[in-house]
């Protein structure tokens, strides 16, 4: 009897084995989920040089055409801050899979849209699809990398949305520009890739124990780990400057190209988002050489300068001026959220980490929206240039006062340092 023990216990772990799930490997789910990751904000940018095609078609305002873009981002607000941490509670890949099945439906709703109120219904799903995966996606990409190389996971995290967003809005303006059918060309594609990746993340292998509280964590709220307090809120200025910038660019760019540059031409609707997101997703490699916080000061610094050449670009109605500033502020655009991005991720735990990624999309969704939205409406009264102008400058404002924040916030820390003798 004794000598059939080890039999059991070999046949036990066997049948053990044999039904646990089979997971893809570690080192192939880091790249499939940051690509997931890029195509969320792919499909993001995806609408804005289409926003006119549907205006034209659709016969409605300027205002209403701002609405349709901010709607998105206060529907992933909503969502972000009942969903935000979900993922701590029940694991990433569950609420992962949620939100690919509901970024599929809002695919689907786009190519079924036959006016401004299906267009809404469209962004407003696909809003709640990217903010329950955003702050899951964006912790599950940090703890897939490998583990002598989290740092690289927290970059991609702030890249990929930058990459995505460029090619999104790119990519699309080519389809306006050469296809006979752009609508269904995009929104096809996309719906197929989101139900592939569902299926994909089916057998990604999961980051997260399970544990108590998860009906608990639907209560909105937001929270930060104590010890990237201070960094957060340091970086504030940052997140508003960065975002509300990208909202300036999704919104309003295509109608400055109509009706300021007298051009109407998809590619190059395209071009404005993708020239600031472009330079974006490579600015944290040119500047990855600089300690923190000199990244983020410096792309400050950078989205100050390209406001100032938007601002004489505008005075002069030169286009290239425009695509130079754009590639300025971009470098700033990407460098300075990368690099606080990368600063404040190793400050939380990993049973943290979902709520601080949630906690950072808040501020930057906010910004996304509200003050596109508010552009939206004074451009009746202002008119579109104006509040341009109006919108830009006080960017720029709020850019130097982040340069002096950050810049001060260094030479405190430096005073602080020991004296060697």
Partial sequence: MPSSCPELASATAEIAARSKPW????????????????????????????????????????????????????????????????SDHIGRRPVVLAALVLQAVAMGLFLLANGIGGLIAARVVQGIA?????????????????????????????????????????????????????????FGVLAAVFALGAA????????????????????????????????????????????????????LAPSLMLHVFGIDNGVVNGLTVAVLSGMGAIAPTLLARFAAPKPVILGMASIAAGLVLLLASLATRSLALFFVGTAVAGLGFGGAFSALVQTLAPMAQSHERGELFAAIFVVSYLAFSLPAMLAGFLVAPLGLLN?????????????AFGVWNQWAGLRRRLRELPVSE
């Avoid at 969502?79 to 979900?86: K, M, N, T």
């Fill in 23 to 86: 997971r893809l490997p570690q080192r192939a789910a880091f790249p499939l989920l940051a690509a997931v990751l890029f195509a969320f904000f792919f499909a993001a940018a995806a609408p804005s040089p289409l926003f006119v095609v549907f205006q034209h078609a659709w016969h409605f305002s300027s205002s209403l055409l701002t609405v349709a873009f901010a709607v998105y981002a206060i529907a992933l607000l909503v969502s972000l801050l009942i969903a935000g941490s979900l």
């Fill in 130 to 186: 990217t903010g329950v995966a955003s702050g899951a996606l964006s912790a599950a990409v940090v703890e897939a990398a490998p583990a002598a190389r989290k740092r690289l996971g927290a970059m991609i995290t702030s890249v990929s949305p930058l990459a995505g967003l460029a090619l999104g809005a790119l990519l699309t303006g080519v389809a306006v520009k050469f296809s006979l059918q752009p609508v269904m060309l995009v």
């Fill in 200 to 251: 994909v993340v089916l057998w990604m292998p999961e980051t997260v124990t399970p544990r108590a509280g998860a009906l608990a964590s639907l209560v909105p709220r937001v929270s930060i780990p104590a010890q990237a307090r201070a960094e957060f809120a340091r970086g504030l200025p940052v997140f508003v400057v960065v975002w509300a910038l990208g909202g300036l660019y999704l919104s």
């Fill in 387 to 399: 509040t341009t102008e109006g919108y830009a400058a006080v960017l720029l404002l709020t850019a």
